[in-house]
C-alpha cells in the first residue's frame, strides 16, 4: 500500500481568505498549467469527519502532448506523487473551459486520521448529487489518511485529499454554497474514515457471472474493499480472457454442477492452488448451500447450510412459515394434491427452485393447473413445484441486513402488479409474473412497513439466520393500499375507500406474507437503483459477509443522513432516500432477433434529453444480432432497464416513468 509523503515544511497560512495557488500537470498525455484562489473551511461542526477546501481555477493553459511524457504533478515548486489525485485534477482541467467562466471545486479532506472504508466511496455516495457535476475518489482501498490542520499550505491540503467534487453551475457557484454544504453533511456523515486499517484479504468466487456487464460491480466492489479475488468456476469461462486478468487474482476451473460432489471438488480446488482464502461466496441461488458446506469445510464464515437448504426451497420455504403448500412432479398429481386439500383456487404453481419468476403461474381452476404443473427445463429449475394459496395485496421487494441478528439496514420497494396478477382475461396460465416496474421507497405507511420488518426478520430467525444479507418478496395481506388507475391511466399505489377491500384471512389487519428469500443482494438493476437512492452499495456488503469484516459492515450500511434539502415525505416510513426512484423494466414480449445499431436506452437518451435528465442508470441487455428467447419457451428476459428517479414526489417519478416507458423504441425481428 502506498502511504503519500507531506512536506515536512509549510508555512503558516491565513485560511479566513482566499489564497493564491498554481499547479502544473503532466498526465495521460495532457500537459496543464492552472491558476486560481483556494480557502480551507473549518469543520462543520465537532464531530464532523470531513472538511472542505474550495478551489477557483481562474485560467487554464492545456495542450495534448503529441509524445509519450512522464505523469508529473507540481503544487507550486513542490512535486507530489499522487497518482489518484493527478488523474482527477487532470479529468478537471481537460472539461475546465475558464473562457466562459471559473471553473469551481471543492477538496474534500479527511478531519480526522484513519483509513478510508472503501476507494470509491464518493462517487457512490455524491451520484446523482443535484449540485456535483462529478465526484472524482483519491484514494487507493484501505489507504492511509492524515488529518489536515488549520495552518496547513496548499501543498498539505493537496496531498491529503480524499476526493475532488466538480460543480455543475459555475457561474452561481457562490450562491450554491449553502446547499453545497448541506448536500455534502447528508453524505458524509458516516464513518467512512475507520479507526483501525483493513485487513488485507484473498476471497474465492465461485460461479463468476455469466457476463462481465453483469458482475462488474462485483469486481468493482472487491477492488475498492482491498479484496483479492479467486474465481471458481466452470473451463471457458469469460474471466479467463487476457483483458480480465487484472480482475482476479487466479481462476479455478472445476465441473460446478450443483450435486453432492460439489462441496468437496471445492474444497480440493482450493486446498491445490495452495493460496489460503479469507472467505468463500456466490451470487448464484442454486449454488448456495453447497458453498456453504465447502466453506464449513475450509473454517470460514458462512450462513448455516440447513438453513440455505430451506431457503432456496420454495417449498421448504412454505413449510418454515407453517402455511398450506404442496410439492407435486406431474400434472397427475397436481390434481390430486389439490383435491385432497384445503387449498381454493386461485393458486400460485412455480418451481419449488426457480428463479427470475420463470414457470410461475396463477391459476383458476382444473384446467389451468394441469397447464401451469407441465415440465419445465429441469436443468434451470429441477421437476418439482409448489403449489401453494394466491395472495391478493401489494407486493414488496425488502433488503435486510443483519449483523449478529441487529438489524443494520433496511429498505423496502414496491413491485408493481405483474401480468399474472391480472384476475381476468389474461391472468390465467399464459400470463407471467416477470417484473415490469418496482418503485422505492415505498408507499405503504409506516405502521405497515414497521409490520413487514418485524415479520421478515422473524422468519429469518425461524430458519436460522442471524447475519447476512437477505433480499426477500412478500405481499402485505389485508393492506390499507391497492394498486388503482387515476383519471389519467397512471397505475399507482393508493388507500383503499372507507370500505376498503374483502379480508382475504378475516381479520382485515395487515400481515406479510413471505414469497421468498435469497440470501444476497438482488439484481442489477434493483441494487443499482438502492445505491443511487440510498447511498448504500449491496454487491460490496456481501462481500464483507464473506470475510468477516463486521467494522465496514457497520459504516457502510449507513443510508444518507435526514436533510432540510430533502421533500417532508421522503423521510416517511423508510429513512435515508435522496429522492423517489423508479425501475422501469422492459420485458421481451416476443422471441427473435435483436434489430439495432444503437443502445436503445442510449438512443432514447440522445433523443430526449429532457427524460435523459431524469435517468440515473440504464441498460440494454442485448446488441444487434442477439437472439432473444420468446417467452413461450419458459425463459423470461427484459430487453432493457431503466432507473428513472426525481425530487419532486412519487407521482412525478412514476409519470416519468411511464413517459420513459412509451417513448423507448427498439425492434425484434
Known amino acids: 500500500m502506498r502511504i503519500f509523503q507531506l512536506p515536512s515544511q509549510v508555512a503558516k497560512v491565513d485560511m479566513s481568505s482566499p489564497q493564491e495557488f498554481s499547479i502544473s500537470i ?134 491529503s485529499t480524499a476526493a475532488i467534487l466538480s460543480l455543475k453551475d459555475a457561474r452561481n457557484a457562490p450562491a450554491l454554497d449553502s446547499i453545497l454544504d448541506a448536500e455534502i453533511e447528508m453524505r458524509l456523515s458516516f464513518p467512512w474514515i475507520l479507526d483501525q486499517q483493513p485487513r488485507q484479504t484473498t476471497l474465492a468466487l465461485f460461479n463468476g457471472v455469466d457476463t462481465f456487464e453483469r458482475g462488474e460491480a462485483i469486481y468493482n466492489a472487491a477492488k475498492a474493499l482491498g479484496i483479492s479475488l479467486i474465481v471458481i468456476d466452470r473451463p471457458g469461462h469469460w474471466i479467463m480472457g487476457k483483458s480480465f486478468e487484472h480482475l482476479r487474482q487466479a481462476f479455478l476451473p472445476i465441473d460446478i454442477t450443483p450435486d453432492p460432489g460439489l462441496p468437496g471438488r471445492i474444497v480440493t480446488a482450493i486446498q491445490d492452488h495452495g493460496v489460503p482464502v479469507d472467505g468463500l461466496i456466490s451470487y448464484a441461488d442454486p449454488f448456495l448451500p453447497y458453498i456453504a458446506l465447502a466453506a464449513q469445510q475450509l473454517g470460514l464464515p458462512t450462513p448455516p447450510p440447513d438453513a440455505l437448504f430451506i431457503s432456496t426451497d420454495k417449498h421448504k420455504t412454505r413449510q418454515a412459515e407453517n402455511h398450506e403448500a404442496l410439492r407435486v412432479s406431474s400434472p397427475e398429481e397436481a390434481l390430486k394434491a389439490v383435491a385432497a386439500s384445503k387449498l381454493s383456487y386461485p393458486l400460485i404453481v412455480k418451481p419449488c427452485c426457480g428463479f427470475s419468476s420463470e414457470g410461475v403461474s396463477r391459476v383458476r381452476d382444473a384446467e389451468e393447473l394441469t397447464q401451469a404443473a407441465q415440465p419445465l427445463d429441469t436443468r434451470r429449475h ?76 422473524a422468519s429469518l430467525r425461524r430458519i436460522g439466520f442471524r447475519s447476512g444479507f437477505f433480499h426477500m418478496e412478500a405481499r402485505v395481506r389485508d393492506s390499507s393500499m391497492h394498486y388503482d388507475v387515476d383519471d389519467s391511466g397512471v397505475l399507482e399505489l393508493r388507500e383503499k375507500g372507507p370500505a376498503g377491500a374483502p379480508s382475504q384471512c378475516g381479520t382485515g389487519k395487515p400481515s406479510a406474507f413471505l414469497v421468498e428469500i435469497n440470501v444476497r443482494p438482488p439484481g442489477i438493476q434493483a441494487s443499482f437503483a438502492s445505491a443511487c437512492t440510498y447511498g448504500v452499495e449491496f454487491y460490496g456488503l456481501h462481500l464483507l459477509f464473506a470475510v468477516g469484516d463486521a467494522d465496514r459492515l457497520r459504516a457502510l450500511t449507513q443510508p444518507f443522513a435526514p436533510s432540510s434539502l430533502l421533500t417532508p415525505s421522503l423521510s416517511g416510513g423508510i429513512k435515508g432516500a435522496q429522492h423517489w426512484c423508479e425501475i422501469v423494466f422492459v420485458p421481451t414480449e416476443r422471441g427473435g432477433v435483436y434489430d439495432g445499431d444503437e443502445d436503445c436506452c442510449e438512443e432514447l437518451k440522445r433523443r430526449r434529453p429532457d427524460l435523459a435528465a431524469h435517468i440515473a442508470k440504464s441498460l440494454c441487455f442485448w446488441k444487434r444480432g442477439d437472439e432473444i428467447p420468446d417467452p413461450s419457451t419458459g425463459v423470461l428476459t427484459w430487453i432493457a432497464y431503466l432507473l428513472v428517479v426525481s425530487r419532486e414526489s412519487r407521482d412525478a417519478v412514476v409519470k416519468l416513468a411511464e413517459e420513459v416507458r412509451s417513448e423507448l423504441r427498439y425492434r425484434v425481428v
Open 26 to 159: 503532466s498526465h495521460g498525455g495532457l500537459q496543464a498549467t492552472a491558476n486560481g484562489t483556494w480557502v480551507l473551511r473549518p469543520p462543520t461542526h465537532e464531530q464532523s469527519n470531513y472538511r472542505e477546501c474550495n478551489i477557483v481555477i481562474t485560467s487554464v493553459l492545456k495542450e495534448i502532448a503529441r509524445d509519450s511524457v512522464p505523469n508529473r504533478l507540481l503544487v507550486g515548486h513542490e512535486e507530489l506523487n499522487h497518482p489518484h489525485l493527478a488523474s482527477a485534477l487532470a479529468d478537471t482541467l481537460q472539461e475546465a473551459d475558464t473562457a466562459q467562466a471559473a471553473t469551481h471545486i471543492c477538496l474534500i479532506l479527511p478531519a480526522k486520521d484513519g483509513y478510508i472504508v472503501r476507494s470509491d466511496i464518493f462517487a457512490i455516495r455524491f451520484a446523482r448529487c443535484p449540485v456535483i457535476f462529478r465526484a472524482l475518489d483519491c484514494t487507493e482501498p484501505r489507504q492511509r489518511l492524515q488529518r489536515v490542520a488549520d495552518d496547513a499550505n496548499i501543498t498539505r491540503i493537496f496531498a
Open 382 to 457: 429441477g421437476s418439482d413445484f409448489v403449489i401453494e394459496e394466491y395472495v391478493d395485496g401489494p407486493e414488496v421487494d425488502a433488503n435486510l441486513v443483519l449483523l449478529d441478528d441487529e438489524e443494520l439496514f433496511w429498505e423496502v420497494s414496491d413491485d408493481f402488479p405483474s401480468p399474472g396478477d391480472n384476475p381476468g382475461g389474461d391472468g390465467g396460465v399464459g400470463s407471467s409474473f416477470i417484473e415490469l416496474a418496482n418503485v422505492l421507497p415505498s408507499g405503504l405507511p409506516r405502521a405497515e412497513l414497521d409490520m413487514l420488518r418485524d415479520s421478515l426478520h
